[in-house]
């Protein structure tokens, strides 16, 4: 599936290095398609403050759809 900016998703897997858990919350701010397609999302705490922002492969994230 192609994901946009500002798509909300929800990660499938555990980014423990990251600080970010399976099923995490977070919202793609960039997407890259060289050299191959990802996306750059940022996951923040419940202040709003950024909590981690990294690059994450398509297979790795589900759009979340309210």
Do not use: Q
Request: with cysteine; aromatic share 10%.
């Amino acid at each position: 599936m192609k994901f946009n900016e500002i798509d909300v998703i929800e990660t499938l897997i555990a980014f423990p290095d990251e600080g970010i858990r399976k099923g995490e919350i977070g919202t793609i701010v960039m997407v890259y398609d060289k050299p191959h397609e990802a996306y750059e999302v940022e996951f923040v705490n419940d202040d709003g403050t950024t909590k981690a922002m990294f690059a994450i492969l398509p297979e790795h994230l589900e759009k979340v759809c309210w």
